[in-house]
């Protein structure tokens, strides 16, 4: 009797499957996972096919040891996403399919959650709250407020608030909360009006949600993208389909997912980001993949969540650069969420106030439906822009005086102030005035950040880290100072100059403890903070209605970068944080200081002109034959020593087929020659047919994994997402 053969994925950096005898398998447990003999251990694995035959002869074929069926088995659909994902990405496909489970299923003993205890508020608890709560206790103000929203759980809630446990045990006490199942005992929302805009999207929208239909939603800062995406939602719910909601980044996700969480009071909704715990993350996926949940929002891994009953897929701030992964496997979950669609036939609506350039032509050739918000919802007019020219108004400790004195009005009237700096800690730069001597990082070819109050010198690419000298390794000078700015140094400017404003300071460094941004979030919301210093982690997304002042310090840098994109990622940044002020009925206004205010992307900017900056910047890429107008690959290589490198590169471009219509360039070192003690080379490849390109790459990558590598670690990166 002939064996049944198991064709399982294995989490190793080999492409293929691994044959075992299967005989207890059917059809049936393709995508369980598989426990099987690998080496001299035990390793788990995903079934991806049963065959009659494999190229091993039985004798030598090792046996499944199990099947878990206590979970049911990967869908055929998120099976065939992984399998893409291999083949267009050119990865190992056993790593993309244990990548795309939760990771305790990665290992083979796991233990599924209790449930979580939810709490709601009773209507005396409504009456009481937070009307009887001293004004200075911040931290049950939010506790009320988010209870306010809808039932929460109780971990949502320890985020909020130290001490919470004590805090929630009082009021049941009170008779102010009861314990509730899951999304229960909310008040059913107060629907805002639609704008015409807003209902011509809908509308459009919810012509075809039986088939792949791609929108992109062109809407300007404030213009209402979210209330469009909660009315599809509804829709899709009302339908009896689920919804998958993607963001960019997890400091997005608390304040999406209160509203979606005050839309959808009865619906189960998981929240899947990197930030959570393993068995949270578990509880959460198995119920999204057994149709429980019906709202699944979350960062880029969330587009490999199985949804048995699919029906609409959203990618908020569809242009940011954070939907591509930049490790290990390297795709864009954006356009995983397009081919997804098309997978499942269901639309897919991609939003941006500032959408990519690949997008935006995508519209203009038709092949997204564009679909425009051209005014704010609530009414309010666009902030007025204006530059500030630093080789007039010279900055002191970053801030020149126009910028300050607008500060000054704006906390003056009770108003909040955003101060703009993508760059975190004290200074970029530790320097000596006598020799020149900046401080290296070790390990990188780049500069050490200053962080004055942790005393430490930090690679912000490497993670490398030591103590300030007390003076000069290279002369012995004890005057080393601090060149530029950073978000901790102009804290410390903005409290000399404003003492008695309440301000903080939303960075990577500053957010690190978990629920910390919860918390910044809240008492910014809440008034208790009137001065905010942030990175791109506030640029984005978030609705402060007493924010009218913004001021963009340090944007220069993109301006003559010599990456292509440089240009779109500031426009669309600037653009993005500017958006931040006069949301609600108080008029904005957003400074920017630079010493370029003759740069034709400030023409645009300052007439919040994102069509004729796309038409500008297209134009460019045209000439150049760079994306969208071709496709590119990138073969990267690093090493000891960037000789090593170049020559492993060389000799994998002499291995290339012959493919007419690709562009295969020299090697070259990296912009960034050194990182994290390695030097690195790269070798561009280009063709305006994505076909050629991929075959070339289908052929060409089986050559390079037989080709000796010693002392080198490559990958290959398509589509890149940076130089």
């Not at 994902?85 to 993309?96: E, R, T």
């Not at 070192?669 to 050194?674: D, F, G, I, N, V």
Request: aromatic fraction near 6%.
């Amino acid at each position: 009797m002939p064996h049944k053969i198991a064709r399982v994925a294995l989490d190793v950096p080999l492409p293929r499957l691994f044959d075992y005898l299967g005989d207890e398998l059917s059809e049936a447990d393709i995508g369980r996972r598989i426990r099987v003999p690998f080496g001299r251990k035990e390793v788990v694995g995903l079934l991806l096919d049963i065959a009659d035959t494999s190229e091993l002869p039985a004798e030598k074929l090792r046996s499944v040891i199990e099947a878990d069926r206590q979970l049911s088995p990967l869908a055929a659909d998120v099976l065939a996403l992984i399998r893409f994902c291999a083949s267009y990405y050119h990865y190992p496909v056993g790593q993309i399919a244990l990548a795309a489970l939760p990771t305790a299923l990665r290992r083979w003993h796991f233990q599924l959650p209790r449930p979580r205890q939810y709490f709601a508020l009773t209507a005396q608890g409504r009456q009481a709250l937070p009307h009887s709560l001293p004004p200075r206790a911040v931290a049950r103000q939010r506790l009320a407020s988010r209870l306010l929203a809808g039932a929460a759980d109780s971990a949502e809630l320890a985020v909020l608030c130290n001490g919470a446990a004590a805090v929630l045990q009082d009021w049941l006490d009170r008779g102010w909360l009861e314990t509730v199942q899951e999304g229960i005992n909310a008040p059913a929302p107060v629907l805002p009006q639609l704008l015409p805009g807003q209902q011509a999207a809908c509308s459009r929208i919810a012509e075809r949600p039986h088939e792949f239909a791609p929108f992109l939603l062109h809407g300007i800062t404030g213009s209402g993208k979210t209330e469009v995406y909660l009315r599809l939602v509804e829709e899709a719910l009302a339908s009896g389909r689920q919804a998958l909601i993607l963001v960019p980044e997890i400091g997005l996700t608390p304040q999406f997912t209160q509203r979606v969480s005050v839309r959808f009071p009865d619906t189960r909704i998981s929240v899947l980001h990197s930030g959570l715990a393993e068995g949270e993350r578990l509880q959460r996926w198995q119920s999204a993949a057994n149709g429980k949940s019906r709202i699944v929002l979350g960062t880029r891994l969330a587009v490999f969540t199985p949804l048995p009953e699919l029906g609409l897929i959203i990618v908020d701030e569809e242009h940011d650069a954070s939907f591509s992964q930049q490790e290990g496997l390297r795709y864009s979950a954006r356009d995983l969420a397009v081919f997804r669609a098309r997978q499942r036939r269901v639309p897919v609506v991609l939003g941006s106030a500032t959408p990519s350039l690949e997008s935006w032509q995508n519209a203009l050739d038709g092949r997204y439906t564009l679909l425009t918000l051209p005014v704010r919802a609530t009414g309010a007019e666009l902030p007025q822009l204006r530059l500030i020219d630093t080789r007039i108004d010279k900055p002191e400790d970053g801030l020149s005086r126009p910028a300050l004195k607008a500060i000054g009005e704006t906390l003056a009237r009770g108003e909040q102030a955003l101060i703009f700096i993508n760059r975190r800690g004290y200074a970029p730069v530790l320097h000596c005035p006598a020799c020149a001597w900046v401080a290296p990082c070790p390990r990188c070819s780049a500069r050490l950040t200053l962080h004055l109050r942790e005393q430490r010198l930090r690679c912000h690419h490497c993670g490398h880290e030591e103590r300030i000298p007390a003076d000069c390794p290279a002369c012995g000078n004890p005057d080393i100072r601090a060149l530029g700015q950073g978000t901790q140094r102009v804290e410390e400017a903005l409290a000399r100059h404003f003492p008695d404003a309440r301000s903080v300071r939303a960075d990577r460094d500053a957010t690190r403890r978990k629920g910390s941004w919860e918390a910044m979030q809240a008492e910014i919301h809440a008034g208790t903070a009137n001065l905010i210093i942030g990175t791109q982690l506030i640029a984005k997304g978030h609705d402060f209605p007493e924010l009218t002042l913004v001021v963009v310090l340090d944007a220069d840098g993109a301006l003559f970068s010599l990456d292509f994109r440089a240009e779109e990622r500031l426009f669309a940044q600037l653009l993005q944080v500017a958006g931040r002020a006069g949301r609600a009925d108080k008029a904005g206004q957003v400074l920017i200081q630079t010493g370029f205010p003759q740069h034709p992307l400030f023409s645009h900017l300052l007439a919040h002109d994102f069509p004729g900056f796309a038409d500008e910047q297209l134009a460019i890429r045209r000439k150049g034959l760079l994306p969208p107008f071709s496709h590119q690959a990138v073969l990267r290589a690093e090493a000891a020593r960037l000789a090593d490198a170049l020559a492993w590169l060389q000799a994998a471009r002499a291995l290339a087929p012959e493919m007419p219509g690709v562009e295969m360039f020299e090697p070259v070192s990296a912009p960034m020659l050194k990182k994290a003690g390695h030097e690195r080379a790269q070798l561009w490849l280009q063709s305006a047919s994505r076909t050629d390109l991929q075959r070339l790459l289908r052929e060409w990558v089986l050559e390079l994994r037989d080709l000796p590598a010693r002392n080198v670690r490559w990958h290959l990166d398509v589509d890149p997402a940076e130089n």
